[in-house]
């Protein structure tokens, strides 16, 4: 049996022990954070969106909400920008909005480390190769997110994603949790270009904003 097949199977065990600790370690601060989130921005506390997961089946995935419900004059939902919160924007920065996945994590729709679930829309418009990202669970965090995050463009993010899972392994996975600690201290790759988020993926020409992070 091939050496990633063998840690992909360890590799879950290792997710649930991990994930189940950190919950535990991190209760004080995601309580905290709630409570931040649930005085000023209401509810609901917790942002929930369909995202494809392992072989593309889809899965509810959890976030803070850093975001509130503004509309302009017509009706209609004001950008990500104009929505975004200072709160918000604090939680991003600090990936303190991601918390909630942990328990995505031990449930089973999510890794630790995996390339990052994107949104359901995309799944028609990945090429064959761009498909195979979803050959192995999605990560909190990846390749992608510690080589750029949000300030790679959406062919790199793929590249990335794509060599990954060929290359899985748990001394990658390490290496991977270790950058992202640097990366979240550092507050690296946060914003794409001056937005709030990734331009959304049109397939070969990404150009609306969107919740694709």
Same mark, same amino acid.
């Given at each position: 049996?091939?050496?990633?097949?063998?840690?992909?199977?360890?590799?879950?065990?290792?997710?649930?022990?991990?994930?189940?600790?950190?919950?535990?370690?991190?209760?004080?601060?995601?309580?905290?954070?709630?409570?931040?989130?649930?005085?000023?921005?209401?509810?609901?506390?917790?942002?929930?969106?369909?995202?494809?997961?392992?072989?593309?089946?889809?899965?509810?995935?959890?976030?803070?909400?850093?975001?509130?419900?503004?509309?302009?004059?017509?009706?209609?939902?004001?950008?990500?920008?104009?929505?975004?919160?200072?709160?918000?924007?604090?939680?991003?920065?600090?990936?303190?909005?991601?918390?909630?996945?942990?328990?995505?994590?031990?449930?089973?729709?999510?890794?630790?480390?995996?390339?990052?679930?994107?949104?359901? +829309?995309?799944?028609?418009?990945?090429?064959?190769?761009?498909?195979?990202?979803?050959?192995?669970?999605?990560?909190?965090?990846?390749?992608?997110?510690?080589?750029?995050?949000?300030?790679?463009?959406?062919?790199?993010?793929?590249?990335?994603?794509?060599?990954?899972?060929?290359?899985?392994?748990?001394?990658? +996975?390490?290496?991977?949790?270790?950058?992202?600690?640097?990366?979240?201290?550092?507050?690296?790759?946060?914003?794409?270009?001056?937005?709030?988020?990734?331009?959304?993926?049109?397939?070969?020409?990404?150009?609306?904003?969107?919740?694709?992070?």
């Amino acid at each position: 049996m091939p050496r990633e097949r063998i840690y992909a199977r360890i590799k879950r065990g290792l997710d649930v022990v991990v994930a189940a600790l950190l919950l535990v370690l991190l209760s004080p601060v995601i309580g905290l954070v709630a409570l931040a989130v649930r005085l000023q921005m209401g509810t609901p506390v917790v942002f929930r969106q369909k995202r494809p997961g392992l072989h593309g089946q889809p899965f509810e995935l959890l976030k803070f909400r850093s975001m509130i419900d503004a509309f302009d004059a017509e009706g209609r939902l004001r950008s990500d920008a104009e929505r975004l919160t200072p709160l918000g924007r604090w939680l991003r920065a600090t990936s303190l909005d991601e918390l909630p996945q942990l328990w995505n994590v031990l449930r089973g729709d999510m890794s630790l480390v995996g390339p990052r679930p994107l949104l359901m +829309d995309y799944l028609p418009l990945y090429s064959e190769s761009q498909a195979r990202r979803h050959d192995v669970r999605p990560g909190v965090t990846g390749l992608a997110q510690v080589k750029g995050r949000n300030l790679i463009d959406w062919r790199e993010k793929f590249e990335l994603d794509i060599w990954y899972v060929d290359h899985l392994s748990f001394l990658l +996975d390490l290496r991977i949790l270790g950058l992202t600690v640097i990366k979240v201290l550092r507050r690296d790759g946060i914003d794409a270009g001056g937005g709030t988020t990734m331009p959304r993926f049109e397939g070969t020409s990404p150009v609306r904003k969107g919740e694709g992070r």
